[in-house]
């Protein structure tokens, strides 16, 4: 009966002792870091990994994360320099750097974040107050970005957070300004479009011209040699025919009396009312082009 209460009471203080030394022990993980308090205040801070002991009741651990953390702000409209109304999404990551300050400041994430977002969202109002629309979207962007994180870190500081990045997710203009800014560069595309096209077609024109400029004066030169050739040609012709009626009168006039012949009595609706006996007709009456009367036949003309 002695060793069941023995062995009973062996086995309680076993698991009180188990207890307690659970109670007494925590463990800190790779990405996290703990406070331990007691009643309240900062006794010890755990930043590295490992197993640590702490008094049990009196004192607690509150475990912080050492990795990057999300912030999403919610959409806001801001004014811009140029008095354009634009719609900013923007986003935050930060990390905790002073878990003690940290502690005191926020207590937790969800504190953080709703400190850190009034900071972040202050200051994007005030930055981008300073910057025009095209600056804003395009020119001066990154460099406005690296202003606001500047800001926000400097802020930041006091809750013992680093902002790693401040960046704007999108900038855009308020649903009712939207379709009358589309119009309006549709309308100086278009007009831009008109000119190109003005100064295409002026081009073309002018190139136009060029061509039949030089189309013309190859023409002309064109016509020019022809003309000279064609009376090369018509003066070494005349100078043959010159020749040949030097050497043989009788023939060339027979030559072309035929000649006159197959040109003048073609058929064709032209009707010739000659007399028989004239000289045109002497080779039908003599085949040697003899007159009639007995004359010695008329030489023809040089062509």
Partial sequence: ????????????????????????????QQTQQALVLRFGAVRQVAALPGLYFKVPLIESVVYVDKRILDLDLPEQEVI??????LVVDAFTRYKIIDPVRFYQAVNNVAGANLRLGSIVN?????????????DI?????????????????????????????????????????????YQRMQ????????????????????????ADRDVAVVLAEANRKAEETRGQGDAERN??????????????????????????????????VIA????????????????????????????
Avoid: C, H, W
């Fill in 1 to 28: 009966m002695n060793g069941n209460v023995l062995k009973m009471t062996g086995l309680i203080l076993l698991a009180a002792a188990l207890v307690l030394l659970y109670s007494a022990t925590f463990v800190v």
């Fill in 80 to 85: 811009a320099a140029d008095q354009k109304r």
């Fill in 122 to 134: 202050s200051t994007v109002r005030s930055v981008l107050a300073e910057a025009t629309f095209t």
């Fill in 137 to 181: 979207v395009r020119t001066e962007r990154a460099k406005l970005m690296g202003e606001i994180r500047d800001d926000v870190n400097e802020q930041a500081g006091g809750l013992g957070l680093a902002v790693v990045d401040v960046r704007l997710r999108r900038v855009d203009l308020p649903q009712q300004n939207s379709q009358a800014v």
């Fill in 187 to 210: 309308t100086e595309r278009q007009r831009e479009a008109a000119d190109i096209r003005a100064q295409g077609t002026q081009i073309a024109q002018g190139i136009r011209a060029r």
């Fill in 239 to 272: 100078r043959i025919y010159a020749e040949a009626y030097g050497r043989d009168p009788e023939f060339f006039a027979f030559y072309r009396s035929m000649q006159a012949y197959e040109q003048g009595l073609k058929s064709s609706d032209t009707r010739l």
């Fill in 276 to 303: 028989p006996d004239t000289d045109f007709f002497r080779f039908f009456a003599d085949p040697r082009g003899r007159a009639a009367a007995g004359a010695a036949p008329a030489a023809p003309a040089r062509p």
